[in-house]
Structures are given as C-alpha cells and as structure tokens.
C-alpha cells in the first residue's frame, strides 16, 4: 500500500524568503501527485498535481514542486512567499481508482 | 464556480446523539468522500460513493455510516456519537471519467464536538 511522509509539521519562513515543503511517498507503482492547501476555516483547493511528463511541475500562486522518481520524492517550493501563504499544505498519493492518501500535512507559517 | 457546501460549520453533540453531517454539490460529480481530518494524521478516508444508492467504506468506517439518495447529497452519520468522534469532517466531490488524477473538490469542513 502506498503512503505519504511529510517532514516537516511546521515551517516558519519570514516573508519574501525561499520555502520548500517535503514530501516523500511509498508506493511499488506508478503514482500520480498532488499538493492541496487549507487556508485557514476553509476545506482544501488543489495546488499542483504530477500526472505524467515533464517532472517540474507549476501550479497557482507561484508554487511548483519537482517529481524525483528515483528519491521518492515530490517536494514543494516557491521562491517569495507571502503573508497570504500562511495556511497548511498536504500532499497525497493515488495509484488506484479514486482513493488519493493524504499526508500528515505541513503548517506553513509566514512572518512579517 | 465549482461548490461544495456542508450543512454546519460547526456543531456540538452530546455522547450517544445520532448525528447527521449534510454534504451537497453543484458540480453534476458521480463520485463524493467524507474524510474526517486530524493534527498531525492528516485526511482519512471514512466513506465514498461512486453514485447514487453506492458506497464504499474507505480506511476507517467504525462506528459511520452514509446515504446517497440524490446524485448532489451526500451524508454522513453517526449513529451514536462518542467523544472519539470529535474532529473535523470534510466532504469533498470530484468526476469519475477521469479516474484517479481527477481533482477533488472540498467543502469548508464541520468542526463537530461530542461531550
């Protein structure tokens, strides 16, 4: 069965600076990826999602994450953040229909 | 503009109360989840139907139980409710035809406490 670790459970970051988010998976399959983010009282949106292709893949408000097949790997980054960012971040695994596993999530927090 | 709404942002409970959490979507979507999100395990599974009267259990069905009677509504209910049940509960909906990398679409989540 398939599985998602996320390092990290809290990540400050100063607003502006650099972040990465980790996530690595298990899985004795092909994978499709996703990251969602939770911004604070609401439910999760979709971020970005690896499907097939091109390992670097963008999403919306400025965030991208790399697929490393051989590390297991599907971190996310972005190279400004912003106050805005300030929410918690899950990434998840798929291989069979409809059933996605979620990470433990990560709360990212920005700093003035 | 996709919408999944949930019944109640927040609800509190008495131990051994039936508990009914209302899920509806506007998106026409054969397929809806009920996932219960908890610090640290992040979202888990309880329950999913991949049309209307169909459900499957998902990784932690005790003490749940659900109803699709209408393609938009999903339910969940908890048929006595205990303190182990507080948390949150998200409902979510995506499209079958597209199969696993369809996007799920969330609700805003209820925040249920059972004393």
């Known amino acids: 069965a398939q599985s998602v670790t996320q390092l990290d459970s809290q990540v400050p970051v100063f607003e502006e600076a650099p972040v990465e988010l980790r996530c690595n998976y298990s899985s004795s399959v092909s994978v499709y990826l996703f990251w969602y983010v939770q911004y604070p009282n609401q439910g999760l949106q979709l971020l970005l999602k690896?499907?097939?292709?091109?390992?670097l893949v963008k999403g919306i408000n400025g965030f991208e994450a790399e697929f490393n097949k051989s590390q297991t790997s599907f971190h996310l980054r972005k190279p400004s953040v912003h106050i805005s960012d300030t929410a918690e971040y899950f990434c998840a695994v798929t291989t069979s229909y409809d059933k996605v596993i979620f990470g433990p999530g990560t709360s990212l927090s920005v700093i003035p | 503009d996709v919408k999944v709404t949930q019944s109640s942002r927040y609800l509190v409970k008495r131990t051994g109360e039936k508990v009914f959490l209302e899920c509806v979507q506007d998106?026409?979507?054969?397929?809806m989840f009920w996932y219960r999100q908890d610090p640290g395990l992040g979202l888990r599974l309880i329950y999913f139907s991949y049309d209307v009267k169909m459900k499957e259990k998902g990784d932690i069905p005790e003490g749940y139980s659900v109803s699709r009677e209408k393609k938009e509504r999903f339910s969940l209910i908890l048929e006595s409710a205990s303190t182990n049940q507080t948390s949150m509960y998200l409902c979510a909906s995506n499209r079958r035809s597209g199969g696993p990398v369809e996007t799920q679409y969330f609700g805003p989540g209820t925040r249920l406490l059972v004393l």
């Open positions: 690896y499907l097939s292709g091109s390992t």
């Open positions: 998106m026409d979507h054969e397929n």
